[in-house]
C-alpha cells in the first residue's frame, strides 16, 4: 500500500462564494387553509413530497405536478417537501 501526500500552506485561505442551501421562508404554501389542494411557490422545479398525518403516518406522498399537491380529507397535516436533498415541514389545514 503506498500514499501520495500533497502539501497545502497551512497559510492557505478558502472562500466559500456562494451555497445550495434553500430558505424555509422562501418556501411558500398557498392556500392555507385550503379545501382540496395547496400550490407551492419559492421552488424552481417539481419535488418529492410526503403528506403526513399529525401521529407521522403517511398519508400521500410523490412528486408534485404544477407545483400543486391535492389532498383528499379535511384536517391537519404536516407536509414534508425535498428540496435540493433538505426536507422542509410545513403545516396545511384542510376544510369541507
Known amino acids: 500500500m503506498t500514499y501520495q501526500f500533497v502539501p497545502y500552506s497551512c497559510d492557505s485561505t478558502w472562500l466559500v462564494t456562494s451555497t ?3 430558505d424555509e421562508e422562501t418556501v411558500k404554501i398557498y392556500p ?3 379545501n382540496e389542494r ?3 411557490d419559492g421552488i424552481d422545479s417539481e419535488i418529492e413530497y410526503q ?4 401521529g407521522g ?3 400521500k406522498q410523490g412528486i408534485t405536478y404544477n ?13 414534508k417537501l425535498k428540496v435540493d436533498g ?3 415541514f410545513k403545516r396545511i389545514i384542510t376544510i369541507e
Open 51 to 54: 403528506l403526513c398525518s399529525l
Open 86 to 88: 433538505i426536507w422542509i
Open 20 to 22: 445550495n442551501e434553500i
Open 67 to 79: 407545483k400543486t399537491v391535492n389532498i383528499e380529507n379535511t384536517g391537519l397535516y404536516i407536509l
Open 57 to 59: 403516518q403517511i398519508m
Open 38 to 40: 395547496v400550490y407551492i
Open 32 to 34: 392555507n387553509p385550503t
